[in-house]
């Protein structure tokens, strides 16, 4: 008999997932974390996948308003979602994520690039800058709205 890897009271009884790490469990231990199916998990703790935008391009991202941009381009062109979808062959899911405001990976953003035949990327120092500045905008805003209210 096997004990428990997490009470060591009871017997092991199945592999659970706790905190990323398998663990042969008792039933009881078993209910703090994932149920295991394959064996083969056991001695790998699961790693995070890498970052998908900055996989691809480390000093390139997509342009902060993608969505909106893609959305205005898709429109102009008169295609639906699901019309653009086919053309770049990603799922209509994929396009209405990005027109939500989701970022794509550069490769997804490079086959809206050749597509609509415009650039969609902005190197990261100047995406960086950019925040910046509409930081101080905001600032500014915040400011002028308060001497409003002080008159
Ligand atoms: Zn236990």
Redesign the pocket.
């Known amino acids: 008999m096997k004990e ?7 017997e ?1 009884v199945t592999k659970a997932e706790i905190e990323g790490v398998v663990l042969e ?6 209910k703090f974390g994932k149920k295991v199916r394959t064996p083969k998990l056991l001695a790998k703790p699961s790693k995070p996948a890498p970052f998908p935008a900055l996989s691809f391009f480390e000093d390139e991202t997509p342009i902060e308003n993608l969505g909106e941009v893609v959305k205005k381009l898709r429109e102009e062109k008169k295609f639906s979602q699901e019309e653009l979808a086919k053309a770049v062959k990603e799922s209509v899911s994929i396009i209405k994520r990005i027109e939500e405001g989701w970022v794509p990976p550069m490769k997804i953003v490079e086959k809206l690039e050749k597509f609509f035949k415009v650039s969609l990327r902005e190197k990261t120092e100047s995406f960086l800058e950019k925040k910046e500045e509409k930081k101080e905008k905001a600032k500014l805003t915040i400011g002028d709205v308060a001497d409003i209210k002080g008159k």
């Open positions: 428990c890897e997490v009470c060591g009271k009871r092991a469990v008792c039933e009881k231990c078993a």
